[in-house]
T-cell receptor
Framework: GEDVEQSLFLSVREGDSSVINCTYTDSSSTYLYWYKQEPGAGLQLLTY?????DMKQDQRLTVLLNKKDKHLSLRIADTQTGDSAIYFC??????????FGGGTRLMVKP | DADVTQTPRNRITKTGKRIMLECSQT?????MYWYRQDPGLGLRLIYY???????NKGEISDGYSVSRQAQAKFSLSLESAIPNQTALYFC???????????????FGPGTRLTVL
């Protein structure tokens, strides 16, 4: 079955890098996503990576994918207080449906 | 204006009451979804619809029903609400015509439901 796991909390200081980790179990996953949820709002797509890629960089965001270990990470460089939110990883299965992890709450301290 | 809207945004109700949560979208997407969010459990899929005549159960459909009144509208009903249905509910849409398996979903702002 499908299972996506994330740690619940991460606390960093402003200006440091944040690394949020995710593990998944479905080896047939084609796309893997990172969504961001700010307080009182719905989820918004942050970035995604196709399963045949190892890395994707988009400004301050770097996504690393290790297919062998089924491990996905999101690195946020120069973390700002506005990055405080809950981050969800999600995998798309063969039926094109998303399975979400439990979310990691990122707290950025000034 | 928001592309995906949900009403109400907050609702407090009592055990046994019937509740309807509504979702509307202006994105022109065929696919619509209902999820519930509980702390630490992420989002779990309740029901989804790939077009007006298509309704499918998700992971946790027991105690819920849905209606796809039009391409733009997808409603979620709790026929007899119970306290463990207290949660944050999200509607989402996606474009069924997107190529391959790319399936970005666009989320509404959520409805916070409390069942006493």
């Amino acid at each position: 079955g499908e299972d996506v796991e994330q740690s619940l909390f991460l606390s960093v200081r402003e200006g440091d890098s944040s690394v949020i980790n995710c593990t998944y179990t479905d080896s047939s996953s084609t796309y893997l996503y990172w969504y961001k949820q700010e307080p009182g709002a719905g989820l918004q797509l942050l970035t995604y990576i196709f399963s045949n890629m190892d890395m994707k960089q988009d400004q301050r965001l770097t996504v690393l994918l290790n297919k062998k270990d089924k491990h996905l990470s999101l690195r946020i460089a120069d973390t700002q207080t506005g990055d405080s939110a809950i981050y969800f990883c999600a995998e798309a299965n063969a039926g094109n449906m998303l399975t979400f992890g439990g979310g990691t709450r990122l707290m950025v301290k000034p | 204006d928001a592309d995906v809207t949900q009403t109400p945004r907050n609702r407090i109700t009592k055990t046994g009451k019937r509740i309807m949560l509504e979702c509307s979208q202006t994105k022109g997407h065929d696919r619509m979804y209902w999820y519930r969010q509980d702390p630490g459990l992420g989002l779990r899929l309740i029901y989804y619809s790939f077009d007006v005549k298509d309704i499918n159960k998700g992971e946790i459909s027991d105690g819920y029903s849905v209606s796809r009144q039009a391409q733009a509208k997808f409603s979620l009903s709790l026929e007899s609400a119970i306290p463990n249905q207290t949660a944050l509910y999200f509607c989402a849409t996606s474009d069924g015509l997107a190529g391959g398996y790319y399936n970005e979903q666009f989320f509404g702002p959520g409805t916070r439901l409390t069942v006493l």
